[in-house]
């Protein structure tokens, strides 16, 4: 671990101290074929089948380089602001594990593709920056499963080397996060940049991006530091903030009573809401790196740098800042836009067409209510920005109710049809005529008279319920203010 966070100076149990925290983020390539062989770099639920003697590291293969590495690498460097190496190379990181068959990592560690970068968040109040020390490439590691034997009754873990040499990009940080939050927003900034520049597919359930967490204390008086805690492969936000603050409680014990200085691994047990030891860190002097000597150094042109500089895309921090300002936006909306690339896509689309504070409200409230309530992205349904301009446009010339736009709002999800041909098929047009209605209310009358009777009498609480009961029979047809008006003029109000 070369990094770290240092927070703010804390007050806690009688110490003064100073929480470092650094976050190591590793990233799937969003690349057809694998890392250094030709094998499918796509999810498989069918284990151990895109493999070959290569990425299983059978003696005698030799590495093929995928060149979309570097140009992700260079992608990722240039949105983050790094300096970008003329000159890469290739490592090895050797350390065993039963999930690196070669015994060794390809990784980059002398040569990275990019340093001294800078990632810049929006909060509430205030933007905050966190560097980045270097930003590298490497192969990943076949994903093991533990599970236990149906028959024996004994527990087993199962390798699936689908996922061994799979391209993966590392970013690491310095020590400038103030507390846990803060490495779950940078965590969550990084993700979303990813996704933006087309580099991850930023699924966090199926581990295309995770997080490493180091964390130690410092006591301020006596400069006494604790032992560093790596916690691994946190791979959700919530997570990644519980781990931390588990550890950084357990740190606070061991500045009142010190313990062995050597840094330790651990796990984050979900059911357990804690870390449990893993194993002792290794240092770097463990992993023996030294150049791979079966990949040539790679040279990148000054053009090769600039054009990838040149074509970056809005990055995340820049466009929440943005539809704050171009659509009055509180902050909590356009984060949600930003976080969900689809939706944000198909909001501006919308805004293009009608930028009201209606259509507005449709999508950040409506649409969004609906995607949470099927668990979908916007990828999944029908809806399209032409069908909710429509709709609105059928409820501001008085054709429709807003009651009933949200009926058909739910039917352009889910069909191909369009509004006039929900309204057309299903009869929705908005009742206007207020004979008709008077006619509706007489017979709610008739079929409810102790009702009106206690009205008449005084409880005029059960104007609601008349004006509910006029709804449903017009089936959501016709406007509140006009079916109060009606039983106010018809009850002597």
């Avoid at 593709?113 to 968040?121: F, L, P, Q, S």
């Avoid at 965590?187 to 995770?210: A, M, P, Y």
């Avoid at 930028?355 to 649409?367: P, Q, S």
């Amino acid at each position: 671990m070369k990094t770290g966070f240092t927070r703010l100076l804390t007050w806690k149990t009688q110490i003064m101290y100073r929480t470092i925290i650094g976050l190591e983020v590793h990233a799937q390539l969003l690349t057809k074929s694998k890392a250094f062989c030709g094998c499918s770099a796509s999810y498989c639920k069918t284990p151990n089948t895109n493999i070959c003697p290569i990425c299983t590291g059978h003696p005698g293969t030799l590495p093929n380089l995928n060149t979309r590495m570097i140009q992700m690498g260079l992608r990722a460097g240039a949105a983050f602001s790094c300096d970008i190496n003329p000159i890469i190379g290739f490592d090895r990181k050797h350390y065993f594990s039963p999930d690196l068959p070669k015994g060794y990592q390809i990784t980059q560690f002398f040569s990275p593709i990019a340093e001294n970068g800078i990632i810049e968040i929006t909060g509430k109040t205030r933007k905050k920056k966190v560097k980045i020390k270097h930003i590298h490439l490497e192969e990943d590691a076949a994903r093991t499963i533990h599970s236990t034997d149906t028959t024996r009754g004994e527990k087993e873990s199962l390798l699936d080397f689908n996922r061994a040499g799979i391209g993966l990009i590392e970013i690491v940080t310095t020590p400038d996060i103030q507390c846990a939050q803060d490495a779950v927003a940078f965590f969550e900034e990084i993700r979303n940049t990813l996704i933006v520049l087309n580099i991850c597919d930023g699924h966090l359930e199926k581990g295309s991006i995770r997080c490493d967490a180091n964390i130690s204390l410092k006591d301020i008086a006596t400069g006494f530091s604790t032992r560093r805690v790596e916690i691994k492969n946190l791979n959700t936000f919530k997570n990644l903030e519980r781990a931390l603050m588990f550890e950084e409680n357990s740190l606070i014990k061991e500045l009142k009573n010190p313990l062995s200085k050597g840094s330790v691994t651990k796990d984050w047990n979900e059911k357990l809401k804690q870390t449990t030891l893993s194993r002792d860190k290794e240092s770097e002097g463990d992993y023996r790196y030294f150049p791979e000597p079966d990949i040539p150094v790679i040279t990148l042109s000054d053009e090769v740098i600039k054009t990838a500089r040149e074509n970056i895309p809005e990055l995340p921090s820049k466009k929440l800042q943005r539809l704050m300002d171009q659509y009055s936006l509180r902050y909590e909306e356009a984060k949600m836009l930003v976080d969900e690339r689809e939706l944000a896509v198909l909001f501006e689309s919308c805004m293009k067409l009608s930028e009201t504070d209606d259509m507005k409200n449709l999508i950040l409230r409506d649409v969004k209510r609906y995607l949470n309530e099927e668990a979908k992205s916007v990828g999944q349904t029908l809806i399209s920005e032409r069908k909710l301009f429509n709709l609105l446009l059928n409820v501001r010339n008085g054709k429709i109710s807003f009651k009933t736009a949200q009926t058909i709002l739910k039917k352009l999800f889910e069909t191909d049809k369009t509004v006039e041909k929900i309204i057309e098929e299903e009869n929705l047009i908005k009742i206007t005529d207020v004979q008709s209605l008077e006619k509706i209310f007489e017979e709610i009358i008739a079929e409810n008279f102790e009702k009106y009777e206690a009205y008449k009498y005084g409880k005029k609480e059960l104007l609601k319920w008349f004006v509910g009961e006029m709804i449903k029979r017009t089936k959501g047809r016709s406007e509140p203010k006009l079916i109060i008006k009606i039983i106010k003029n018809r009850l002597g109000d």
